[in-house]
Nanobody, 122 residues
């Protein structure tokens, strides 16, 4: 089994920064991708960024491209999301996920954390 624990959320003013962390414990051979998703009240669940656990192939949603950076420390089984130039519309619960990409297409995420709240005030 794989457990994911997020941290680093909080409240900031627009233009500020936060860094989210997600520590994975358990069987690391059960996933090869890690990602951040978010969900705001009344809105769809949204993929924010993902990355191969080897550190390659980062990908971002258009709404965060150029402001957020995803990275992974494989030795620590930790994925990070550095969020800069935060906007009120970034306010959401942020979830870490771990999954597997086999072949082409998109990774399938089987493991999820409990989430960490990010609130950006104007």
């Amino acid at each position: 089994q794989v457990q994911l624990v997020e941290s680093g959320g909080g409240s900031v003013q627009a233009g500020g920064s936060l860094r989210l962390s997600c520590v994975a414990t358990g069987y690391s051979d059960k996933y090869n991708y890690m990602a951040w998703f978010r969900q705001a009240p009344g809105k769809e669940h949204e993929a924010v960024a993902d990355i191969h656990t080897g550190g390659g192939y980062p990908a971002y949603a258009g709404s965060v491209q150029g402001r957020f950076t995803i990275s992974v420390d494989k030795a620590k089984n930790t994925v990070y999301l550095q969020m800069n130039s935060l906007k009120p519309e970034d306010t959401a619960m942020y979830y870490c996920a771990a999954g597997t990409l086999v072949g082409t297409g998109s990774p399938r995420y089987s493991y999820w954390g409990q989430g960490t709240q990010v609130t950006v005030s104007s």
